[in-house]
């Protein structure tokens, strides 16, 4: 009875992966088939034109964006745990895969937390949180002072009943965070004050690691960003459109997004930005989709095989 129960286990595992999968890959397909149609024209005129070089470079630094983003969550999970880099990386690029069909990838937090044994994965959802809020913390920095900069440049629009509005929210979500702070939330024990009490342990210098380590990220794929817009035809400067990437990525961060409408709401977020400085919508929307291939679906492939060869940790 027990053998029976453990190889229907076994087969229920299996078709879990394969369903993920499938999912996944359909998803990529989708995006690629119905997004490279539309910019099939910028797309193969561009190509036929690359260089050696400028391919190496694109190769060269969503590696390194990559790279840093492994070594990041190698950093965080030394907080409590020594992780190999290697292991390091099968966490991150299977976790990409298995979260790329959940709502702005919250799945990433569940599919880490599972290469851990049980006792250990409340923990591991407080690190992945920890991980993340770095990489919003940086996202914050950059791109708040960015987006003020481009609403007072370019004279945007906004009325007073706009900053009330923002205003009001902010406050109110303060007051709904430190009135609810003791609640526990979907896991037992998990809390606003569990979680600062949490972070509080962790050193200064872990923390200026994990900080350093998400700015040099942040820097790596809006460089990147920077260069594929100039690759398809966009001649401005760093200093140009350096408030528009970071404003970009400030508010696609704050959207929430399912995952089928993620790259629709990047392309036209950027659209809408890049317009002020009379940038096509085409090579905007050509860098979103080559920021995309690079940083997520050559990614996710990779992590499929990390999903189809995942062993489930013992109790």
Known sequence: MTAASHKSTQYWRVALKVL???LVFWYLFHKIEADGNSLRPILTNSLQEISLWALFTFIL???LNWLQEIAKWQQTVATFHKISFG???KQSLGSLTASLITPNRIGEYGAKALYFR???RKKILFLNFVHSSFQMLVTVLFGLPAFVYFVLEYQISMNGEVFFLIGFIIVLLAIIGYYFRKKQWFVKGLSIQNLWEQFKKITLSKKVT???LSALRYLTFSSLFYIFLNFFGASVTYLEVAPL???T???????PTFFIFDVVVRGGVAVWLFSYVAIPDMMVLATIFSMWLLNVVIPAIVGSYFVL???SQPS
């Open 118 to 120: 049980p006792k250990h």
């Open 245 to 247: 990437i970071f404003s």
């Open 210 to 212: 994990l900080f350093s």
């Open 309 to 311: 060869t995942f062993k």
């Open 87 to 89: 292991e390091a990386a």
């Open 61 to 63: 630094l969503a590696t």
């Open 20 to 22: 993920v999968l499938v």
């Open 249 to 255: 990525y400030l508010l696609v961060s704050v959207a």
